[in-house]
């Protein structure tokens, strides 16, 4: 009976005393697209979270495990994943994958494309200069995990803003995406 007992202290104690805490809610749920994530850290200590402030990621339940030693791999390691369930019948609703076609886009949009790409390439090429690295590969993992690590102080508290498209969750720097096929007038539960 101690030991049960014991037990039941230390599960209420490990909840109820969380060094850092994580609430979600949107701005306007009609209106707004975009939702709120508070993190706060509730201890005297620092801490560092990784914590991708951009962008969500879509459920999907083959690629539950990360291929880290493929840079093809799409997924936005550190952002929160959004999981929608059919209240009915209690079932997580994957997401599917769509593409855009470089021959349905507008020569602007390709062009646009292309810049951002050399761009990207140009701010991977100089984090790799900076901070000498031999390899692509390595510079493009320590520049993802840099850019999404949070530092927090002692009760500090930080919000971020997301936008939430079901429609379009970009999968990395790539021309796929994630949606999800949602009925109208139909309510799901959100899990993030």
Known sequence: ?????????????????????????????????????????QTNEYYAVPFDKKRFKAYNLEEFCSDLNTLDYPHNFFAPVLIFKDPQNSMLMGSLIGNFHVDN??????????????????????????????????????????????????????????????????RGNTYFYNYYVLANDKKYDLSI
Do not use: C, G
């Not at 014991?6 to 707004?32: G, P, R, V």
């Not at 020569?107 to 991977?124: D, F, P, T, Y």
């Open 105 to 170: 886009l507008s020569k602007k949009n390709v062009k646009r494309i292309e810049r951002e790409e050399l761009k990207e390439k140009e701010r991977i090429l100089k984090w790799k200069n900076q901070n000498h690295f031999t390899n692509d590969t390595d510079a493009i993992r320590n520049l993802y995990i840099n850019e999404n690590l949070i530092l927090l102080a002692p009760k500090e508290e930080l919000n971020i803003e997301i936008e939430m498209d079901v429609y379009n969750i970009r």
């Open 1 to 41: 009976m101690k030991k049960i007992i014991i037990s039941i202290i230390f599960f209420i104690y490990t909840i109820s005393f969380a060094q850092i805490s994580i609430k979600i809610h949107s701005l306007d749920e009609k209106k707004s697209p975009k939702m709120i994530i508070t993190i706060t850290n």
